[in-house]
């Protein structure tokens, strides 16, 4: 089996394939929040276009996405933050107007 660069196993919980043993862990906590009625509206794989003057830069793909006290919270799971994350991320929430809230990945 392939190696990840940066050490990331991949794992399948509830039939969904995750990227990483933490960002599945994350899944598995949001889900009992979700069940519990603390957040809802969750959302795995929120794709984002960044168009910059009518043309498409990139398209951001945070890891959950979902509603707390009426407020949109958009995660990241991350364990190395590169530099085209770090810049992607700047993008995203410049132009959605939003703020991705980093979840360490360890």
């Known amino acids: 089996m392939k190696r990840h660069k940066y050490n990331a196993v991949k794992t399948t919980l509830d039939g969904?394939?995750?990227?990483?043993?933490?960002?599945?862990?994350?899944?598995?906590?949001?889900?009992?929040?979700?069940?519990?009625?603390?957040?809802?509206?969750?959302?795995?794989?929120?794709?984002?276009?960044?168009?910059?003057?009518?043309?498409?830069?990139?398209?951001?793909?945070?890891?959950?996405?979902?509603?707390?006290?009426?407020?949109?919270?958009?995660?990241d799971v991350k364990g190395v933050k590169t530099p085209v994350y770090k810049l992607k991320k700047k993008l995203v929430e410049a132009i959605h107007n939003i703020k991705i809230t980093e979840i360490g990945g360890s």
């Open 16 to 75: 969904i394939t995750f990227a990483s043993k933490a960002e599945a862990k994350r899944y598995s906590e949001l889900k009992l929040l979700a069940e519990a009625g603390v957040i809802s509206n969750l959302i795995l794989q929120p794709r984002f276009d960044c168009v910059v003057a009518d043309v498409k830069i990139c398209t951001y793909v945070a890891d959950f996405m979902y509603l707390e006290r009426g407020k949109q919270v958009t995660e």
